[in-house]
């Protein structure tokens, strides 16, 4: 079992789910993050004052897959998140010692 | 529906034809005399009626007014204020506004209704009106001779209220709510009503209207309400000193929508304040009307104009923050300029509340949070000077005919004015500074750091706006 953690643009967000539901992707987690790789922030100016915004809202998702469709769901992660811009995000893949359903306990890619 | 009212009418007049002629068929005699009394008797009706009708007109634009002025605080100016907050202090920012809506208008019809507008001297009202003695629906031909005194009170009173909810710009975010509530009665009685009294009441100082020893245009509160509020609001940013962060911290406001929402209630709740100031349903009223128009559309473009020359984008919160600085500028000229004039006060207005919200502020490091001295003393004191440059005859014969302002053929006027923005400027200096140091000896003004950190909406009121 492997971890992918995907931080992407939050307006390739819908196409990435779609993408990896195809594929047969059973759940996935979402979660609304700011942040900042080498992509700049902007600046933002009410009544003269200038904050500069440099953590930027993005979209991170996380799902554990079975080894068998890690590399398929990278390829279709990238392929529905690349912009070929700055700000695209970063993909991170890592093992998963166990998983355990809460509802019956069933545990490893069972539980997935 | 009309010809039914024609119909009408016509069988009226033919029924009190008939009973004219069967009396003077019953005495042949005296058919001429009392034909000729009873007409003059049914003239002097008829204008009794017009009168009547007439005042009537006034009184439901004058009670119209008054709401349209009370809906500026709130929500308009509540809403304008709390939009650019921090969204730990919306509440308390709210609550400052409403909580005047209340106060003041106990304080008013206990006292400041008779500071204000009650005989007294040339700077301050008498005691006969207190607890509204003698303020009744007969006239009082002093203040506004077709429309009852008593709403002239009230809407004077809207005025009373919205003037203190402009200086919570300055010291929003720090100021303990306690000391707000003792500082704004104070601040009515020592600073609102003698202004009041000065320029609009009988035997002021400055009463244009009444042959006031300095006669300061001020049509509906360029003085009395925005340059006592902005400059009063100067003094308090400058003794509570800096919110804790600032400059360095960022603090955006938390939500420019419900300014936006705020500043609209403000622009069209401004036409009960300029053209109800003509205390008439008259063409004066429209005069002042379209002079509002066009001093807030003027000022949006000029500050949003000039946001886009030096920033390269026109922000929103810059367009309503230019109509509310148009706005004030043209609250004192409204019923004596026309349109044109209108639009070059509004343009002036805009372009300068811009420069010193956004260059002389930071020069001078001064925290005024909300600018309510950038917009309200400055466009006031921009507003009370232009008056004298702009007020015509033709719009409104103040002074019997005889030239009114500078381009009008009466330089003297912008003097005048001077004095009048003078006054006003050192009324709120003084009057302010005095009633902070005794409030912040009794209970201090400013909150703990802790609780600066935290927010007042839990550290004054116990609550939180946003619970999702």
Request: include cysteine; aromatic fraction near 8%.
């Amino acid at each position: 079992m492997k971890k992918i953690e995907a931080i992407i643009q939050p307006s390739r967000f819908e196409a990435v789910k779609g993408a990896l539901q195809e594929i047969g992707v059973q759940g996935m987690t979402i979660l609304e993050v700011r942040g900042h790789g080498r992509q700049k922030g902007h600046t933002e100016v009410y009544r003269g004052s200038e904050y500069t915004v440099d953590l930027l809202p993005k979209i991170k998702l996380e799902m554990v897959v079975p080894d068998r469709l890690v590399e398929a769901a990278v390829q279709a992660i990238l392929k529905a998140a690349k912009t070929g811009k700055i700000g695209d995000g970063k993909i991170f893949v890592s093992s998963i010692e166990e998983a355990i359903r809460i509802r019956n306990e069933e545990r490893g890619e069972a539980a997935l | 529906m009309r010809r039914l009212w024609m119909v009408l009418l016509l069988a009226l007049s033919l029924g009190s034809l008939g009973a004219v002629a069967a009396r003077s068929a019953v005495v042949p005699g005296l058919a001429v005399r009392s034909a000729t009394a009873s007409v003059a008797g049914q003239l002097a009706q008829l204008e009794r009626q017009v009168n009547q009708a007439r005042n009537r007109g006034d009184n439901a634009w004058m009670l119209t007014s008054a709401a349209l002025v009370l809906l500026m605080t709130g929500p308009g100016l509540a809403l304008f204020y709390g939009g650019l907050v921090r969204k730990k202090n919306v509440l308390a920012t709210l609550m400052q506004s409403f909580s005047l809506m209340a106060i003041i208008t106990v304080l008013w019809a206990l006292l400041t209704f008779s500071l204000a507008f009650g005989q007294g001297t040339a700077f301050l009202g008498g005691f006969e009106y207190l607890f509204l003695h003698g303020v009744g629906g007969a006239a009082n031909p002093a203040y506004a001779g077709s429309i009852p005194f008593e709403t002239y009170m009230v809407f004077q009173l809207m005025f009373a209220i919205i003037t203190p909810a402009l200086i919570c710009g300055a010291f929003a975010e720090r100021m303990k709510f306690s000391a707000m509530v003792v500082f704004m009665v104070l601040w009515s009685v020592v600073v609102y009503a003698p202004m009041a009294h000065m320029v609009w009441g009988e035997g002021g100082l400055l009463n244009a209207a009444q042959g006031g020893v300095f006669p300061t245009l001020d049509f509906a509160g360029g003085t009395v309400v925005h340059i006592t509020s902005g400059v009063s609001a100067l003094v308090t940013a400058l003794y509570l000193g800096r919110r804790l962060g600032y400059p360095e911290e960022p603090m955006p406001p938390h939500n420019v929508v419900l300014s936006f929402i705020g500043a609209c209630l403000l622009w069209v709740g401004w036409f009960g304040f300029n053209a109800g100031s003509a205390l008439a349903a008259s063409p004066l009223a429209t005069s002042a009307f379209v002079a509002t128009q066009f001093g807030a559309a003027a000022a949006a473009i000029g500050w949003a104009g000039a946001e886009w020359m030096r920033n390269g984008r026109p922000s929103l919160l810059g367009a309503v923050s230019g109509a509310v600085a148009g706005l004030v500028a043209i609250t004192p000229a409204s019923g004596f300029v026309g349109p044109m004039s209108a639009l070059v006060i509004g343009l002036v207005a805009g372009i300068v509340c811009y420069l010193m919200v956004t260059k002389v502020k930071a020069r001078l490091g001064y925290d005024d949070s909300l600018d309510a001295f950038g917009v309200h003393g400055v466009g006031g004191t921009v507003g009370a000077l232009l008056t004298g440059v702009f007020a015509a005859r033709a719009v409104n014969p103040i002074f019997n005919q005889q030239p009114v302002g500078l381009i009008d053929g009466h330089p003297a006027q912008v003097l005048d004015q001077m004095v009048g923005v003078a006054i006003a400027w050192a009324l709120a200096i003084v009057g302010t500074f005095i009633i902070l140091k005794i409030v912040d000896g009794i209970i201090g003004v400013r909150v703990p750091p802790e609780h600066e950190v935290q927010g007042l909406d839990i550290t004054q009121h116990g609550e939180e706006a946003y619970n999702l």
